[in-house]
């Protein structure tokens, strides 16, 4: 039977948000339709995310419920790649598991491709941040970098929430690679996309699963997904040190400063070579994505 909308939910430690999130989707989507279905995956969660899952699938049968559960916690980037791989639906949504976006946006999201015959995406981004105002420059920081140093075009303040139509989903999930960085593969692969804006509800119950450590890592690991600029950073550092060495020479001698200063950049250059090494190093190995312990699918009811 086929499927107008799914769902992709992520799970991470939501004990306290999966019932309330559960009767959220089916209130807020009875406008719209009934052939919906939700696809839950559970990241390898250290509280009672899985049980909650579980008596979820087992008590609404009725449903069209599928629970994919992690071996381990693999991330997010992991656990959307999962959900649009089960997912089945005519147009898909990934949506988190926090409460903190409305199912009012989905429909939005649905009505938008609808009416618009000519669009394969609809992305979500936030006209007014909640974060503090450090956090808010970092990430205003990190997209005018990455726009810079890419070719691929980053809209800034994009979330992972967006809806796509069939073929999006298909391009997706045939990527190959295993250092994923989803916001830079939603542009990359192109479409047409419209941006709506939406507005972040509060977390109703447990906590934010970034921080800046986080944030820093995942902003990196972007820059080094869609540019390769950091490994000519050695070439241009040397022109400039060619430089001052020059005018050192002319006008003075070098201080211990201006050795240990040389030092920092090149080992700065090759920590960056050996983070790129890394990767290739990561994905050579060919080692799947994800491991799915246990798949829940009302495919497969008694």
């Known amino acids: 039977m086929s499927v107008k909308l799914s769902l992709v939910i992520p799970c991470y430690n939501e ?21 919906y279905e939700i696809v839950f995956v559970n990241d390898g969660s250290r509280d009672e995310t899985a049980k909650k899952l579980k008596k979820l699938f087992s008590e609404n049968k009725d449903s069209r419920i599928t629970v994919v559960s992690f071996s381990r916690n693999f991330g997010k980037e992991a656990a959307m790649y999962a959900g649009l791989s089960h ?34 995406m609809v992305a979500a981004y936030q006209e007014k941040r909640k974060e503090g105002k450090f956090i808010t420059l970092c990430k205003e920081s990190f ?7 890419t070719d691929v075009t980053f809209v800034e303040n994009a979330s992972d929430f967006r809806m796509m139509r069939r073929p999006v989903v298909e391009t997706i999930i045939s990527l190959p690679e295993c250092h994923r960085f989803s916001k830079g593969i ?52 040397s022109f400039v040190f060619s430089l001052v060495a020059l005018v050192v020479l002319l006008f003075g001698e070098f201080t211990c400063s201006a050795v240990f200063f040389v030092g920092a950049v090149v080992l700065f250059s090759l920590g960056v070579l050996g983070s790129y090494v890394g990767k290739i190093h990561t994905q050579v190995k060919n080692r799947p994505i994800y491991i799915a312990k246990e798949i829940l699918s009302y495919d497969k009811h008694d």
């Open 15 to 35: 004990e306290d948000n999966i019932e309330k999130l559960f009767s959220h989707v089916k209130n807020g989507l009875k406008s719209y339709t009934d052939s």
């Open 87 to 120: 997912a089945k639906g005519e147009y898909t949504v990934i949506l988190d598991a926090d409460l903190q976006q409305d199912v009012k946006y989905v429909v939005k999201m649905a009505e938008i491709l609808d009416e618009n015959e000519d669009a394969d």
């Open 143 to 149: 997209y005018k970098l990455i726009n810079k140093v």
């Open 186 to 237: 939603f542009s990359w692969v192109g479409y047409n996309t419209i941006s709506i804006p939406y507005e972040v509800k509060e977390r109703e119950a447990g906590e934010t699963k970034w921080n800046f450590r986080k944030l820093l890592k995942y902003g990196i690991e972007g820059i080094m997904a869609y540019t390769d600029l950091p490994l000519k950073l050695p070439f241009y550092f």
